[in-house]
């Protein structure tokens, strides 16, 4: 991907805020005629963003994104509603809809912009890290060589972990919507979803793992392009999974994610598996 290609174009009128046609960069790894997870989540990230913009001085806070259904990579339509008005912090809903079915929806949390004087103390502690000087890697599961995956910069921690962990850097190489720079949660909203790919422990040619939503919790601003996802992995055999990351970029940690799997085999497995 090139620093000017987009996941998403506008469809028709180039300030078009409702209408986008997805582009092969948003491929995800379960079926190439699909959408991965964190473009989309990104969208409606922006479309609400844009909203609250309207109505006064807000930060993002929290985002939970639930996918109805697979995603097609085609046009896009996005609505956005007032859920919740306030001052100090304000509610806004998203939802992302093909053919006019609804495939996505989000609910988003802003909270207003204040100079507040929390003591230093309070503050977590910064841990410094320069994720250009890890290893560059690439997510091998995507079964097409354009994809989310090729759309990403992907950076591994060193480690060592536990099974079922993972520490991950990412960076969107491109751009989430064409001609315009992404802002720092739209960084972070796609991002996050690779939750699910980084540092699981099934074997994915013998099991599916999808996850049915993401919600990010965010207590400072992303800085820089760099959101580094530090994740463990919980599987159960009645079916369900969950991922828990820790989201954060040099300086140090930034807010939390989390994602509910639905675990699946792809092909009958033994008592002893």
């Avoid at 699909?34 to 930060?59: I, K, N, S, W, Y």
């Avoid at 910064?126 to 890890?134: A, F, I, K, S």
């Avoid at 965010?218 to 999974?241: A, F, I």
């Amino acid at each position: 991907m090139r620093p000017d290609d987009a996941l998403y174009l506008p469809d028709g009128d180039p300030d078009s805020a409702v209408r986008f046609i997805a582009t092969p960069w948003t491929r995800g790894p379960w079926d190439m005629r699909t959408q991965h997870g964190g473009p989309p989540t990104a969208l409606m990230v922006r479309a609400m963003e844009r909203r609250a913009a309207e109505l006064g001085d807000f930060q993002l806070s929290r985002v939970t994104a639930d996918f109805l259904r697979a995603i097609p990579i085609d046009r896009c339509h996005l609505d956005v509603a007032l859920t919740r008005p306030g001052r100090r912090a304000m509610g806004l809903e998203c939802t992302l809809a093909v053919d006019g079915r609804a495939c996505a929806r989000a609910s988003a949390l802003f909270i207003r912009r204040a100079a507040v004087p929390v003591p230093p103390e309070l503050l977590l502690a910064d841990e410094p890290v320069d994720p250009t000087r890890l290893r560059e890697h690439v997510f091998d599961f995507f079964p097409d060589p354009v994809g989310y995956h090729s759309a990403m910069e992907l950076r591994l921690g060193t480690g060592p972990f536990e099974p079922g962990s993972g520490d991950g850097w990412l960076r969107l190489r491109g751009r989430l919507v064409a001609g315009e720079a992404p802002s720092p949660a739209q960084r972070v909203a796609v991002a996050a979803d690779a939750i699910n790919g980084v540092g699981f422990a099934l074997d994915i040619a013998r099991w599916t793992f999808v996850n049915a939503d993401l919600t990010v919790y965010l207590h400072r601003e992303l800085e820089g392009e760099y959101v580094r996802l530090r994740t463990r992995h919980l599987s159960q055999p009645d079916g369900r999974g969950l991922v828990d990351a820790a989201l954060g970029d040099r300086r140090g940690p930034i807010g939390r994610a989390l994602e509910a799997q639905v675990l699946d085999p792809r092909q009958p497995v033994s008592k002893d598996s």
